[in-house]
């Protein structure tokens, strides 16, 4: 399974920067996966870490998609703090409860 994703992620992003929110889709809905295996196994702390990452990576998925900002690097602040300030105050995509719960991750 994990040569499928990387083949898959290698094939987007060949394709360059245009599919890149699928490239960060994909690893976040594998860090999902995991982080609920994790939990299945008592794991808690690989499942905290998981979930996290998730989390990072769905919210890079949507400003990629969604918006016009692109970051060679991304920082879990700016990520944190550019989701919030374009997705859920400036255009509301998403509900303003979701802005506290992504700041405190």
Same mark, same amino acid.
């Given at each position: #399974? ?5 083949? !898959? ?9 245009? #599919?890149?929110?699928? =490239?960060?889709?994909? *690893? =976040? ?9 994790? !939990? ?7 499942? %905290?870490? /998981? =979930? ?7 919210? +890079?998925?949507?400003? +990629? *998609? ?8 991304? /920082? ?11 997705? +859920?105050? %400036? /255009?509301? !995509? ?8 992504? #700041?405190?991750?």
């Amino acid at each position: #399974m994990a040569a499928v994703v990387r083949d !898959y992620l290698l094939l987007l992003l060949r394709h360059g920067e245009a #599919m890149a929110w699928q =490239a960060y889709w994909v *690893k =976040a809905r594998s860090s999902l996966r995991t982080a609920q295996s994790a !939990y299945e196994q008592g794991d808690f702390d690989s499942c %905290a870490s /998981r =979930a996290y990452f998730a989390v990072f990576q769905a919210e +890079i998925t949507a400003l +990629i *998609k969604l918006t016009e900002l692109r970051q060679e690097e991304w /920082r879990h602040e700016r990520v944190q703090a550019e989701f919030n300030r374009r997705l +859920i105050h %400036a /255009r509301s !995509y998403f509900l303003l409860p979701c802005a506290p719960f992504t #700041m405190t991750l």
